[in-house]
Every structure is written in structure tokens, then in C-alpha cells.
């Protein structure tokens, strides 16, 4: 079973950059879709940015023109790019792998804190 293990969270001040690295145990080309979701405190989970097989991405309006995935398949591993962070981007940030017909696969999550 493949198992997705994101890190690169921390602490950043507004305006700054962080690189989240979703690593996979397996080959993340079985993925029909993988991306990124968040939740903050008191809110719900919502998808951040996703792509799948043939590279097509798609992001939510809060990110877009801020942050950039990218799947490269040889290293197992997809990147979620932040730039121009905002104290509204604090949240855990969950890497999702999609195989139609199978569970969603997820990571534990990793910590985003957007302060000055």
C-alpha cells in the first residue's frame, strides 16, 4: 500500500515562501490525481491544488497566481510551491493521492504558520 509522507511546514512571515514536498513510498504515477488539501482550526478541509497523470493542475481561487504544484514522477514525489504567503494560508496542509475505484490515500499533514 502507498503510504504519502509530506513535510517542509513551518513558521514564515507573511509575504515569505515554503516548498511542501509530498514524498511517495510507491509510484505516485499509479495516482490518477495527487494534490494538496488544508484545513485551518474551525474551518473544513478544502483542496488547494491537484494534478493529475497527464500534468494538468488545477487550483483553488485563494491560491492561484501564489502557489504551484509540480509531480515528478521519477523521484515519487510532488511539490506544492508557496509564494506571497498570507496569515489566511495558516492551516495543516494534507497531501491526497487519487485511484479511481480505491479509498483516497492521505498523508499525515504538516503545519503551515503564516506570522509576523
Known amino acids: 500500500q502507498v503510504q504519502l509522507v509530506e513535510s517542509g511546514g513551518g513558521l514564515v512571515q507573511p509575504g515569505g515562501s515554503l516548498r511542501l514536498p509530498c514524498a511517495a513510498s510507491g509510484e505516485i504515477f499509479s495516482f490518477n490525481v495527487i494534490g494538496w488539501h488544508r484545513q485551518a482550526p474551525g474551518n473544513k478541509r478544502e483542496m488547494v491544488a491537484n494534478?493529475?497523470?497527464?500534468?494538468?493542475?488545477q487550483y483553488s481561487n485563494s491560491v492561484k497566481g501564489r502557489f504551484t504544484i509540480a509531480r515528478h514522477n521519477a523521484q515519487n514525489t510532488v511539490y506544492l510551491q508557496m509564494n506571497s504567503l498570507k496569515p489566511e494560508d495558516t492551516a495543516v496542509y494534507y497531501c491526497?493521492?487519487?485511484?479511481?475505484?480505491?479509498?483516497?490515500?492521505w498523508g499525515q499533514g504538516t503545519q503551515v504558520t503564516v506570522s509576523s
Open positions: 491526497r493521492g487519487i485511484v479511481w475505484g480505491q479509498p483516497d490515500y
Open positions: 494534478i493529475d497523470r497527464e500534468g494538468t493542475s
